[in-house]
């Protein structure tokens, strides 16, 4: 724990993790582990509301400007994740299956020029 107020982050405690950013910089950051947002705390349900401007917002990829409005996060259920071994690479996937298909698809030698292709 240190000296941090919240307990420690777990994905078994139904609890929504709210932390903040201090803009699309800040987000960059993060992605490439330069920085780490700011912890906010834990709940089981978040609600925001928005009173009066207009506010970017962005779902799955899919920006708007939202109007006032309220917005209520709960976590609804937990879905099991497939994740890639450490052991194992991508490039090693694509070396293995480029060399299994070279060896068996069957190699055809060109085939000599018949009456066909003499006419044309």
Request: net charge negative; hydrophobic share 30%.
């Amino acid at each position: 724990m240190g000296d941090e107020p919240y307990p420690p982050t777990r994905l078994d405690d139904g609890l929504l993790e709210v932390v903040g950013v201090f803009g699309s910089f800040h987000c960059a950051q993060i992605q490439v582990k330069m920085a780490n947002p700011v912890r906010l705390g834990q709940a089981h349900t978040v609600r925001l509301v928005l009173k009066t401007s207009r506010m970017p917002m962005q779902v799955d990829g899919e920006p708007w400007a939202q109007g006032p409005c309220t917005i209520t996060i709960t976590h609804k259920t937990q879905a099991f994740m497939l994740y890639h071994s450490a052991e194992q690479t991508d490039d090693d996937d694509d070396e293995s299956s480029t060399s299994e298909a070279e060896s068996s698809a069957p190699h055809d030698s060109p085939k000599p020029a018949g009456p066909a292709s003499a006419r044309a």
